[in-house]
């Protein structure tokens, strides 16, 4: 019964990956905890965050979520979307820029 | 992981697959089980109302004129009288990843059919879930005694503690709800409700070990979700 459905790529996946995949989300979050511990700082500090942010997310979704063996159309369906996320952010920021900027404008100088 | 059963449907990998799924008569998806697409469309919202207040949040933090929080202080913890930076949040974190783990493991086992080892490991994703939730009640009451208030707190800028509650204690809640039906699901999968096909609440389908599949599904987006709100308001 496993055998068959194993060929049609619809089952049960070894027990071996979701360990490693584990092991790894472990190492990671260690590693993203080192970076506040040895308190980097600026750029250095951002990138690594958001790195290890996405491995995490992606490991995630991609074994634990099984998106990675899951049907492209879900695949897409999902992960399109996320770019009006993106596109929200960006517009955020500069939002966000604007904003500290009028506010130190008028704030501190009187306008 | 869909159904040969439904529909007759075979699986392509790949665009040819997406091109089939898309183009296919009546329904999309065709072999998925729908409870697993709806699941996954909530998700997917989910996703959404989880992604405005995280922006909101930067967008908070981006365009006040007063520092922000010292998050590492803020939330260090002492170990004798060494405080230690952010200690709680990352068992907090070690705890969230273990209980995903042991949620896929439950999918897989569910799938394998194994009862006992299925509802053992849903069982200890839940004490997992169960502490999560108790550690931060834990890191709530200790920041109201500090006099975090959603309007004000004396660390720095007054948006912290508005941010610090709504984003937190939306995901508290997700994790709450998904203790709840970990509990119950532990509980059908011991009474082999699965293994029956008992049908579940408001349906007249039949049960299966997809539905499994469909609560780690929710599981591991709270752990997701659990990352975003690590980097982002913690850490960052």
Redesign the interface.
């Known amino acids: 019964m496993?055998e068959t459905k194993k060929k049609?790529?619809?089952?049960?996946?070894k027990?071996g990956i979701?360990?490693w995949?584990?092991g790894l989300?472990?190492v990671l979050?260690f590693f993203?905890?080192m970076?506040?511990?040895y308190?980097f700082q600026g750029l250095l500090?951002?990138s690594l965050?958001?790195i290890?942010?996405f491995l995490?997310?992606g490991l995630?979704?991609a074994?634990?979520?099984?998106l990675f063996?899951e049907?492209?159309?879900?695949v897409?369906?999902?992960l399109w979307?996320?770019t009006a996320?993106a596109c929200?952010?960006v517009l955020?920021?500069a939002?966000?820029?604007y904003?500290?900027f009028t506010?130190?404008l008028y704030?501190?100088t009187g306008g | 992981m869909s159904d040969l059963k439904i529909e007759g449907y075979e699986f392509k990998p790949g665009f040819k697959g997406m091109a089939k799924d898309t183009g296919s008569d009546q329904t999309m998806f065709k072999g998925v089980q729908w409870g697993k697409v709806m699941m996954w469309i909530f998700l997917l919202s989910d996703t959404f109302v989880f992604s405005c207040f995280l922006i909101s949040y930067m967008k908070g933090r981006a365009s006040t004129v007063v520092d922000w929080p010292n998050t590492s202080e803020v939330f260090s913890l002492h170990v004798g009288s060494v405080p230690v930076p952010l200690l709680l949040i990352a068992i907090m974190t070690f705890v969230l990843i273990t209980s995903s783990g042991t949620m896929a493991l439950a999918v897989k086992y569910g799938y394998e059919k194994n009862r006992k080892m299925c509802g053992w490991l849903i069982l200890a994703t839940a004490i997992g879930g169960l502490t999560f939730v108790g550690m931060q009640a834990f890191e709530w009451s200790k920041l109201i005694h500090e006099g975090v208030r959603p309007w004000d707190n004396p660390f720095g800028a007054k948006q912290f503690g508005s941010y610090f509650f709504m984003i937190t204690g939306f995901h508290g809640t997700h994790v709450s709800i998904g203790v709840i039906f970990l509990f119950i699901y532990a509980y059908k999968t011991f009474a082999g409700h699965f293994d029956k096909e008992k049908r579940g609440w408001f349906t007249t389908m039949k049960g299966g070990y997809v539905e499994i599949e469909i609560l780690g599904l929710y599981w591991h987006f709270v752990d997701l979700v659990w990352v975003f709100i690590f980097a982002f308001f913690y850490l960052w």
């Open positions: 496993e049609e790529g619809t089952s049960t996946h027990i979701y360990l995949i584990w989300l472990f979050s993203s905890y970076v506040d511990w308190a500090r951002w965050i958001l290890f942010m995490k997310a995630i979704m074994f634990f979520m099984h063996w049907r492209y159309a879900l897409n369906v999902l979307p996320m996320i929200f952010v955020m920021v939002e966000g820029q904003t500290v506010r130190l704030f501190f």
